[in-house]
C-alpha cells in the first residue's frame, strides 16, 4: 500500500511538473500572440496612412498635371499669335517669354508630384509586405500543442 502510494505521489509529482511547464508554454505562446498582434497592428496603421498620403499625392498631381496642360496651352496660343507678326511682335514675344516660364514651372511641379505619387506608392507596397510578413506568422503550431497538453494535464489528475 505504502509502495503504491509512493508511486501515486511521484507519479503526480511528475503530472505537476508536465503542468507547470506546460502553464509556462502557454505564456509564452500568450506572450507571442500579443506581440504578433501589436505588430500586426501597427503594420496595418502603417499601410493605412500610406495609402492616405498615396491618395493625396495622387491629388496634387493630377492638379499639376491640369496646370501644366493649361500653361502649355497658353504657351501655343502666344506662339500663335507671336508667329502672326505685326506691331505688337515686342509684347507678344514678352507674352510668349511668360508663358514659357509660367510652363516650365507647372511641369517642374507635375514632375514633382508625380515623383511623390511614385514614392508614395513605393510606401505602400512596403506597407503591405510588412502587413503580409506579420500575417504569415501565426502561433497556432505552438499554441495547440500547449494547450492540448494543458488539457491533457487536467484530465490525468
Same mark, same amino acid.
Given at each position: $500500500? ?19 511547464? %506546460? $502553464? ?15 505588430? $500586426? ?11 492616405? #498620403? ?6 496634387? %498631381? ?42 516650365? #514651372? ?7 508630384? %508625380? ?39 487536467? #484530465?490525468? #489528475?
Amino acid at each position: $500500500m505504502k509502495k503504491k502510494h509512493a508511486e501515486l505521489c511521484a507519479q503526480i509529482k511528475e503530472l505537476e511538473a508536465e503542468q507547470a511547464t %506546460a $502553464m509556462a508554454g502557454n505564456q509564452q505562446a500568450s506572450a507571442s500572440v500579443s506581440q504578433q498582434k501589436e505588430g $500586426m497592428q501597427a503594420a496595418e496603421s502603417e499601410l493605412s496612412s500610406a495609402e492616405a #498620403i498615396s491618395v493625396k499625392e495622387s491629388k496634387e %498631381a493630377a492638379l499639376a498635371g491640369d496646370e501644366a496642360a493649361a500653361a502649355k496651352a497658353r504657351l501655343a496660343k502666344a506662339e500663335q499669335l507671336k508667329n502672326g507678326g505685326g506691331e505688337q511682335s515686342a509684347a507678344l514675344n514678352a507674352e510668349v517669354e511668360k508663358a514659357k516660364k509660367e510652363y516650365e #514651372i507647372a511641369k517642374e511641379t507635375y514632375t514633382k508630384e %508625380a515623383n511623390d505619387v511614385k514614392a508614395a506608392q513605393k510606401r505602400v507596397a512596403q506597407a503591405k509586405a510588412e502587413l503580409a510578413k506579420w500575417e504569415t506568422h501565426s502561433n497556432a503550431g505552438v499554441v495547440a500543442p500547449t494547450l492540448l497538453t494543458l488539457v491533457l494535464g487536467f #484530465i490525468t #489528475i
